[in-house]
């Protein structure tokens, strides 16, 4: 193990009802913006339940934040913030809505442009305080400091560093009424996160493998049994929890993580608009493939313990892990292959120069180079 | 699963060469009083260290924590504290000398007894900011708000809770040192307090099980490898993070717990002084075997997954689970029967006449009563 700092501070209130907490949660003399996506939440009581809980409190709306979050929507929010001198934000709906947030949050104080502080997170001087109502377990934006944002003019998609919500509510309730689709890409979108941080070979802990090992085998059990049947409290709980748990730092005490995946990932979704999660089973599958040397002894444990294969060829064994990882986010479901999505040459090609131009390495070791990358991404088709 | 509501402040600063950190963590316009247990630290460089790193802060040292903390020298650092303005409070030691910080902090700013905080924490209105350098992984102490108080005059001990470590300081190095016993008493109280929380058959999460799972499995295989070398620094720095994740919130999120076993231990220990890792050793095998079939479900899980018993008859599966968690507890080495320590019928008696004065009813479903507690201590014997 590594030496690490570790500090979570957020405050989850968990279960059905608990929106009604935010009256007690938000103190009373505080201006409030409140940060919304579309309309879904007028149509599931969410908006009616906050509204209810705020009745004595004074709030303001900025509504029309989407997913993967633009910097030309947040700059209006944030306008918006400074010209009524907002001094708590409460975001409600889901991690776009919430990663949103932060940039806002940072930039109301900041004299400059939104994107700046995106680009270089050490502008951030101070915070207004924010705190969310997540209706979409995916992100874990919920329970940690981080946010995507993307850039409509430069076709860019980056991660940036703010700070931990105050509190997080999460009602199981609310995601009773949510696409399949989303639900499809937000169980994806957990998996990977976790993948992320275990799929490592260097600084093991064998607690933190087996907390990793505990949210994926969840997510592998749950996953038919939500397809079955949405509305089933204790496995949407169990969904919601694992998603907040899968990226808040629990699951990384003392370890190296990768993001490789996600790092190639963000660069389709920002070329192609496509979603966050169906980006990552794309790449991931693909990767560990390029990847399975530097991996293998990990991917082998992976093998064992997450999908019990006993063969004793080590190749084999592997790729039977990886095939049936796939098959478990075809079962959600979701392509695994750019061209079902559309996805040429062009765009692969676009990514690689990218990075070629970037000169990052990406991955636990940062051996993944411009090169690896195009591996990669050709076994992506 | 149960709605909750979670928060846990505590920054972890975790790894060798980290006590250096007190120097950043500490304001130097505080005035410290340093608490501390016997003087093993000024054998093991430790006391060295957080000199060092406190060369430029004031701070006032009070020396004699004992293992089970007494209120009775409590008093007199809660004394000492008062006369001296103290405005923080930085313990040094094993989870004792932390259980007993966290009420000297307490009561510091209480113009009453300090025990009638124990017997009543509503009465607490301010506590002094505390942190800690912990040097014993056993209790979790350093990541929760509880602490485990006894009165001398009395024979009580009893749990009370304050609030947060502002951070807590764990050098895996500053492990290498303690007596062999003591290390086997942190995995006892370390397994058990993740079976308090994990052994109980209602408001189930399966990834609460599951994180319960990877603690007690990892205690297990690195239990023997710390006996062979207590200076392999992933080994005890694997059993300083189980050990406090064992008892941080983190594994009990949404589910019901027991704590029967800490119930009746507490009052071994204070009719008897033993440790408290060898009375929870003694205490649980017998209670699971009382309890079998109120925790039936959750014990055929347990054979399966931390002992990977394959047998069919329910009822042996059971007993051989009890069985070799009974034999984990002797191999740390403990004794796990009242009679090895030359404990009578006499303290089992006292104990049996304690609870049913009291009528507290124990266990999560409050299902143990003074019998049920008689019928588990005669087991014991």
Request: hydrophobic share 40%; charged share 20%; with cysteine.
């Amino acid at each position: 193990m590594r030496n690490f700092s570790f500090q979570n501070t957020t405050k989850l209130i968990f279960g059905a009802g608990s929106i009604s907490n935010l009256m007690a949660e938000i103190p009373q003399d505080k201006k409030i913006m409140l940060t919304f996506g579309g309309g879904s939440i007028k149509q599931n009581g969410v908006y009616d339940q906050v509204q209810a809980a705020l009745v004595n409190h004074h709030y303001i709306e900025f509504w029309g934040i989407e997913p993967n979050p633009k910097v030309e929507t947040l700059r209006k929010a944030v306008e918006l913030g400074k010209r009524e001198n907002i001094d708590f934000i409460l975001a409600v709906g889901g991690g776009s809505v919430l990663d949103g947030t932060k940039l806002i949050a940072s930039a109301i104080p900041y004299t400059g442009d939104a994107w700046d502080l995106v680009l270089n997170p050490s502008l951030i001087q101070r915070i207004i305080p924010f705190a969310d109502v997540i209706t979409l377990p995916a992100t874990g934006s919920e329970m940690n400091a981080g946010a995507v944002i993307s850039n409509l003019a430069t076709h860019e998609k980056y991660a940036f560093h703010s700070t931990y919500p105050q509190f997080s509510i999460l009602d199981p309730t609310t995601t009773y009424s949510l696409p399949p689709f989303q639900i499809a890409c937000g169980i994806a979108d957990s998996f990977v996160h976790v993948m992320e941080q275990y799929m490592v070979d260097k600084n093991n802990s064998p607690l933190m493998d087996r907390w990793a090992e505990g949210i994926l085998s969840t997510l592998i059990e749950i996953a038919p049994k939500i397809r079955q049947n949405q509305q089933d409290y204790d496995q949407m709980a169990n969904f919601m929890l694992s998603a907040t748990m899968a990226l808040n730092g629990f699951i990384s005490m003392g370890i190296c993580t990768d993001w490789a995946t996600h790092m190639i990932g963000h660069e389709i979704t920002a070329l192609t608009g496509l979603t966050h999660g169906e980006t990552l089973v794309i790449v991931e599958p693909s990767l560990l493939r390029v990847m399975k040397n530097e991996k293998r002894k990990k991917l082998l444990q992976f093998a064992e313990r997450i999908w019990n294969i006993s063969e004793t060829n080590e190749d084999k064994k592997i790729e039977l892990a990886i095939e049936k990882t796939e098959n478990f986010y075809r079962s959600l479901p979701l392509k695994t292959k750019l061209s079902e999505h559309g996805i040429g040459n062009d765009v692969c090609e676009e990514i690689v120069n990218r990075f070629r131009e970037r000169k990052t390495q990406l991955g636990e070791n940062a051996s993944i180079d411009a090169d690896t990358i195009k591996e990669i991404l050709d076994l992506c088709k």
